[in-house]
């Protein structure tokens, strides 16, 4: 999860959404009243389950640790076949944005002509 969670694809875009977040709950106190009650639900849900899950997890911890090393080795493959992983979302888009643009260009281009 670490691994995922510090791919720059993944990580800029939890800033995105989390900043999207903020500016949404700031902008709207209705919408800001609602998102506190969820987030307290679930920090609450959180709690109980983590004290009732850890007895099983000490119980996988060998399995759960062999799991790990080998999607670490999958995430590894994966994000040397897909450098797009490594690319912040604003990148992503900007070179969307480019890849588009030049591409109807070169369309109106033909058509034109």
């Known amino acids: ?3 995922v969670a510090n791919l720059t694809l993944v990580s800029s875009a939890c ?3 989390s900043t999207a977040y903020a500016s949404t709950k700031e902008s709207h106190p209705y919408i800001r009243s609602v998102c506190d009650a969820a987030e307290k639900g679930v920090k609450s849900v959180t709690e109980a ?3 009732c899950v850890q007895p099983v ?3 996988l911890e060998p399995h759960v640790a062999t799991v790990s090393e080998y999607a670490s080795k999958g995430l590894d493959q994966l994000g040397e076949k897909l450098p797009l992983l490594q690319k912040p979302v604003e990148q992503i888009i900007s070179d969307t944005k480019e ?3 030049s ?3 070169d369309a109106k ?3 034109s002509s």
């Open 1 to 3: 999860v670490n691994q």
């Open 15 to 17: 800033d995105v959404v």
């Open 49 to 51: 389950t983590a004290s």
């Open 57 to 59: 997890l000490t119980a």
């Open 99 to 101: 890849l588009v643009s």
């Open 103 to 105: 591409r109807v260009a």
């Open 109 to 111: 281009g033909a058509v």
